[in-house]
Protein backbone atom coordinates (compact mmCIF):
# COMPACT_ATOMS: atom_id res chain seq x y z
CA UNK A 1 0.00 0.00 0.00
CA UNK A 2 1.17 3.52 -0.51
CA UNK A 3 3.18 4.63 2.64
CA UNK A 4 4.43 8.55 2.91
CA UNK A 5 6.84 8.53 6.58
CA UNK A 6 8.22 11.41 8.08
CA UNK A 7 10.94 9.66 9.74
CA UNK A 8 11.17 12.05 13.32
CA UNK A 9 8.00 12.95 14.96
CA UNK A 10 9.97 15.62 16.81
CA UNK A 11 13.14 17.13 16.65
CA UNK A 12 15.01 19.58 18.48
CA UNK A 13 17.41 21.59 17.53
CA UNK A 14 20.19 24.94 18.53
CA UNK A 15 19.37 27.98 17.18
CA UNK A 16 21.60 29.24 14.61
CA UNK A 17 21.67 25.47 13.14
CA UNK A 18 20.13 23.60 10.15
CA UNK A 19 17.54 21.74 10.82
CA UNK A 20 16.84 18.65 8.11
CA UNK A 21 13.68 16.88 8.11
CA UNK A 22 13.12 13.69 5.85
CA UNK A 23 10.39 12.62 4.00
CA UNK A 24 10.44 9.24 2.23
CA UNK A 25 7.18 7.49 0.55
CA UNK A 26 6.90 3.72 -0.95
CA UNK A 27 4.44 2.37 -3.79
CA UNK A 28 4.03 5.85 -4.87
CA UNK A 29 4.82 7.68 -8.01
CA UNK A 30 4.22 11.46 -7.46
CA UNK A 31 4.18 14.28 -9.82
CA UNK A 32 4.41 17.02 -6.62
CA UNK A 33 5.47 17.25 -3.36
CA UNK A 34 5.00 19.84 -1.47
CA UNK A 35 6.03 21.06 2.01
CA UNK A 36 3.52 22.80 4.61
CA UNK A 37 3.80 24.42 8.13
CA UNK A 38 1.07 23.71 10.55
CA UNK A 39 1.43 26.07 14.17
CA UNK A 40 -1.50 24.47 16.60
CA UNK A 41 -4.81 24.96 16.14
CA UNK A 42 -4.17 26.53 12.44
CA UNK A 43 -4.47 25.26 8.74
CA UNK A 44 -1.39 23.86 6.77
CA UNK A 45 0.36 27.38 5.33
CA UNK A 46 1.77 26.41 1.72
CA UNK A 47 5.71 26.69 1.98
CA UNK A 48 7.17 25.38 -1.19
CA UNK A 49 6.42 22.92 -4.12
CA UNK A 50 8.85 20.33 -6.10
CA UNK A 51 8.04 18.78 -9.24
CA UNK A 52 8.83 15.04 -9.94
CA UNK A 53 11.30 16.58 -12.53
CA UNK A 54 13.23 18.87 -10.46
CA UNK A 55 15.91 18.30 -8.23
CA UNK A 56 15.97 21.35 -5.66
CA UNK A 57 13.83 24.46 -4.79
CA UNK A 58 14.88 26.85 -2.69
CA UNK A 59 13.19 29.85 -1.20
CA UNK A 60 14.93 32.19 1.88
CA UNK A 61 16.45 30.30 4.45
CA UNK A 62 14.22 27.19 2.66
CA UNK A 63 15.64 24.70 0.67
CA UNK A 64 13.69 21.03 -0.53
CA UNK A 65 15.42 18.58 -2.13
CA UNK A 66 13.51 15.48 -4.44
CA UNK A 67 14.99 12.34 -5.15
CA UNK A 68 12.79 9.89 -7.09
CA UNK A 69 15.58 7.15 -6.97
CA UNK A 70 15.71 7.14 -3.05
CA UNK A 71 11.72 7.92 -3.58
CA UNK A 72 12.89 10.80 -0.71
CA UNK A 73 12.32 14.82 0.28
CA UNK A 74 14.36 16.52 2.34
CA UNK A 75 13.65 19.59 3.96
CA UNK A 76 16.26 22.24 5.04
CA UNK A 77 15.87 25.25 7.08
CA UNK A 78 19.19 27.46 7.25
CA UNK A 79 19.69 29.49 9.84
CA UNK A 80 16.89 28.22 12.13
CA UNK A 81 14.66 30.71 14.71
CA UNK A 82 12.71 29.67 17.88
CA UNK A 83 10.02 31.35 15.19
CA UNK A 84 10.30 28.09 12.91
CA UNK A 85 9.17 26.08 15.99
CA UNK A 86 5.96 24.18 14.27
CA UNK A 87 5.55 21.08 12.53
CA UNK A 88 6.26 20.30 9.66
CA UNK A 89 4.00 18.37 6.97
CA UNK A 90 5.23 16.68 3.69
CA UNK A 91 2.75 15.69 1.08
CA UNK A 92 2.33 14.41 -2.50
CA UNK A 93 -0.06 13.86 -5.10
CA UNK A 94 -0.37 12.86 -8.72
CA UNK A 95 -0.89 14.51 -11.62
CA UNK A 96 -4.11 15.67 -12.81
CA UNK A 97 -6.88 16.81 -10.78
CA UNK A 98 -5.58 14.55 -7.63
CA UNK A 99 -5.91 15.28 -3.68
CA UNK A 100 -2.59 15.94 -1.46
CA UNK A 101 -2.09 12.91 0.83
CA UNK A 102 -0.20 13.84 3.43
CA UNK A 103 2.71 12.15 6.17
CA UNK A 104 2.11 12.13 9.54
CA UNK A 105 4.76 15.65 10.21
CA UNK A 106 7.51 16.34 11.91
CA UNK A 107 7.04 18.57 15.28
CA UNK A 108 10.22 20.78 15.39
CA UNK A 109 11.33 22.76 18.15
CA UNK A 110 13.84 25.42 17.94
CA UNK A 111 15.95 26.24 20.86
CA UNK A 112 17.51 29.22 22.01
CA UNK B 1 -0.08 33.24 -2.45
CA UNK B 2 -3.59 32.17 -2.82
CA UNK B 3 -6.41 32.70 -0.18
CA UNK B 4 -8.39 30.52 1.12
CA UNK B 5 -11.04 31.17 4.01
CA UNK B 6 -13.45 28.74 6.02
CA UNK B 7 -16.57 30.26 7.99
CA UNK B 8 -16.85 29.68 10.80
CA UNK B 9 -13.74 29.20 12.77
CA UNK B 10 -15.28 27.26 15.40
CA UNK B 11 -18.37 26.04 16.71
CA UNK B 12 -19.97 23.84 19.30
CA UNK B 13 -23.18 22.26 18.79
CA UNK B 14 -25.65 19.99 20.53
CA UNK B 15 -25.61 16.58 19.24
CA UNK B 16 -28.15 15.48 16.82
CA UNK B 17 -28.06 18.61 14.88
CA UNK B 18 -26.65 19.59 11.59
CA UNK B 19 -23.81 22.06 10.99
CA UNK B 20 -22.20 23.80 7.79
CA UNK B 21 -19.16 24.59 7.24
CA UNK B 22 -18.09 27.18 4.02
CA UNK B 23 -14.71 27.27 2.25
CA UNK B 24 -14.56 30.13 -0.19
CA UNK B 25 -11.26 30.83 -2.67
CA UNK B 26 -11.11 34.76 -2.17
CA UNK B 27 -8.76 35.55 -4.80
CA UNK B 28 -8.86 32.47 -7.35
CA UNK B 29 -11.41 29.93 -8.59
CA UNK B 30 -11.55 26.60 -8.03
CA UNK B 31 -12.99 24.11 -9.95
CA UNK B 32 -12.50 21.45 -7.23
CA UNK B 33 -12.00 21.51 -3.37
CA UNK B 34 -10.95 19.18 -0.63
CA UNK B 35 -11.84 18.46 2.86
CA UNK B 36 -9.81 16.80 5.40
CA UNK B 37 -10.19 16.27 9.05
CA UNK B 38 -7.73 16.41 11.48
CA UNK B 39 -7.43 14.79 14.81
CA UNK B 40 -5.30 15.55 18.07
CA UNK B 41 -1.76 14.69 17.41
CA UNK B 42 -3.10 13.73 13.79
CA UNK B 43 -2.24 14.31 10.45
CA UNK B 44 -4.65 15.72 7.76
CA UNK B 45 -6.79 12.84 6.60
CA UNK B 46 -8.91 13.17 3.01
CA UNK B 47 -12.66 13.07 3.45
CA UNK B 48 -13.82 13.87 -0.13
CA UNK B 49 -13.33 15.69 -3.45
CA UNK B 50 -15.45 18.13 -3.91
CA UNK B 51 -16.25 18.97 -7.69
CA UNK B 52 -18.02 22.17 -9.10
CA UNK B 53 -21.48 21.40 -10.76
CA UNK B 54 -21.21 17.50 -9.74
CA UNK B 55 -21.45 15.39 -7.06
CA UNK B 56 -18.42 15.06 -4.44
CA UNK B 57 -16.27 12.24 -4.53
CA UNK B 58 -16.09 10.45 -1.06
CA UNK B 59 -12.99 8.38 0.59
CA UNK B 60 -13.38 4.88 1.77
CA UNK B 61 -15.07 4.80 5.36
CA UNK B 62 -16.29 8.68 5.13
CA UNK B 63 -20.17 8.25 4.84
CA UNK B 64 -21.71 10.49 2.39
CA UNK B 65 -24.96 11.00 4.12
CA UNK B 66 -23.87 12.58 7.07
CA UNK B 67 -20.98 14.86 5.29
CA UNK B 68 -22.96 16.66 2.63
CA UNK B 69 -20.60 18.24 0.32
CA UNK B 70 -22.01 21.21 -2.22
CA UNK B 71 -19.98 22.92 -4.74
CA UNK B 72 -22.42 25.74 -5.58
CA UNK B 73 -19.38 27.97 -7.45
CA UNK B 74 -16.05 28.27 -8.70
CA UNK B 75 -15.43 29.71 -5.07
CA UNK B 76 -17.31 28.02 -2.53
CA UNK B 77 -17.89 24.68 -1.01
CA UNK B 78 -19.55 23.84 1.80
CA UNK B 79 -19.45 20.54 3.97
CA UNK B 80 -22.60 20.27 6.28
CA UNK B 81 -21.99 17.61 9.09
CA UNK B 82 -25.99 16.00 9.51
CA UNK B 83 -26.72 14.73 12.87
CA UNK B 84 -23.52 15.20 14.28
CA UNK B 85 -22.13 13.13 17.32
CA UNK B 86 -20.04 13.45 19.79
CA UNK B 87 -17.23 11.30 17.55
CA UNK B 88 -17.28 14.21 14.88
CA UNK B 89 -15.92 16.57 17.14
CA UNK B 90 -12.63 17.01 14.84
CA UNK B 91 -10.53 19.99 12.81
CA UNK B 92 -11.94 20.43 9.64
CA UNK B 93 -9.59 22.10 6.93
CA UNK B 94 -10.90 23.13 3.09
CA UNK B 95 -8.43 23.30 0.86
CA UNK B 96 -8.29 24.66 -3.12
CA UNK B 97 -6.38 24.31 -6.12
CA UNK B 98 -6.42 26.92 -8.56
CA UNK B 99 -7.86 25.86 -11.79
CA UNK B 100 -4.37 26.70 -13.79
CA UNK B 101 -2.05 25.93 -10.67
CA UNK B 102 -0.16 23.26 -9.21
CA UNK B 103 -0.21 24.42 -5.66
CA UNK B 104 -3.07 23.60 -2.99
CA UNK B 105 -3.96 25.85 -0.66
CA UNK B 106 -5.66 25.21 2.67
CA UNK B 107 -8.59 27.28 4.90
CA UNK B 108 -7.63 27.81 8.56
CA UNK B 109 -9.96 25.59 9.80
CA UNK B 110 -12.77 24.77 11.47
CA UNK B 111 -13.01 23.51 15.43
CA UNK B 112 -16.47 21.36 15.83
CA UNK B 113 -17.31 20.29 19.21
CA UNK B 114 -20.14 18.12 19.55
CA UNK B 115 -21.52 18.24 22.88
Known amino acids: SQKIEQNSEALNIQEGKTATLTCNYT??????LQWYRQDPGRGPVFLLL?????KEKRKERLKVTFDTTLKQSLFHITASQPADSATYLC???????????FGKGTRLSVIA | GAVVSQHPSWVICKSGTSVKIECRSL??????MFWYRQFPKQSLMLMAT?????????EQGVEKDKFLINHASLTLSTLTVTSAHPEDSSFYIC???????????FGPGTRLTVL
Open chain 1, 27 to 32: NYSPAY
Open chain 2, 27 to 32: DFQATT
Open chain 1, 50 to 54: IRENE
Open chain 2, 95 to 105: SARANSGDTQY
Open chain 1, 91 to 101: ALRNSGNTPLV
Open chain 2, 50 to 58: SNEGSKATY
